[in-house]
């Protein structure tokens, strides 16, 4: 059983955003996308395991619905005027009964940071939760 990320090169991120229209990507901005990507990723997935137990579930697929959004994220940014998130998932997870579970993923951009060699880099804040069709909602 291998519990491995299994993150994507460089190349095939950049010809995925070329591919889905992304205007203005510029090639050798990838590395710090990438780095960001990954760890938004890894955060997610322990936010996720925050739900189940760690040892017993695997990430079955995903949706990324960008376009999308989630019936938290309309509430929030149509009642309480709060920002839309830039991206949504919807993670199938599945444990040790063979039980697959949804959970929404909503990423927000919060602020930037400044690392040690001063690249600017953005913060992102993620709301992770079971979707409303899981019991544990």
């Not at 059983?1 to 205007?23: C, D, I, L």
């Not at 929030?76 to 991206?87: A, G, N």
Request: glycine residues 2%; aromatic residues 14%; negative net charge.
């Amino acid at each position: 059983e291998n519990n491995t990320w299994v993150y994507p090169s460089e190349q095939q991120v950049f010809n995925a955003m070329q591919r889905k229209g992304w205007k203005g990507v510029e090639e050798e901005s990838i590395p710090s996308f990438l780095q960001v990507h990954n760890s938004v990723n890894e955060r997610s997935w322990k936010d996720v395991c925050k739900w189940e137990e760690p040892n017993k579930i695997e990430l079955v697929r995903f949706e990324g619905r960008p376009k999308d959004l989630s019936p938290k994220a309309w509430f929030l940014s149509t009642f309480l005027f709060q920002d839309k998130p830039f991206d949504r998932h919807d993670w199938y997870v599945s444990n040790d009964t063979q039980e697959e579970k949804r959970y929404v993923l909503d990423f927000y951009m919060t602020d930037t940071t400044s690392r040690s060699d001063g690249m600017m880099m953005p913060r992102v804040e993620i709301d992770v939760r079971p979707a409303l069709d899981n019991p544990e909602a």
